[in-house]
């Protein structure tokens, strides 16, 4: 028996971003370093929006 792939249309939505940023990053040549500085600032971001807010 062959063992089949689940395609991506079923994977998660945090994998399904993932392709599409890591394929946005390379087809845009995005260097490594500056794709990780970015993301590092959108994950500080992130963070603080998930934070309930104090009312």
Known sequence: MSQSTPSLEQAPDEIKLAV???YLLE?????????LAALEIVRQDLEKKSEPNPT
């Open 27 to 35: 087809t845009n040549n995005v260097d490594p370093k500056v794709a």
């Open 20 to 22: 599409d940023l890591i």
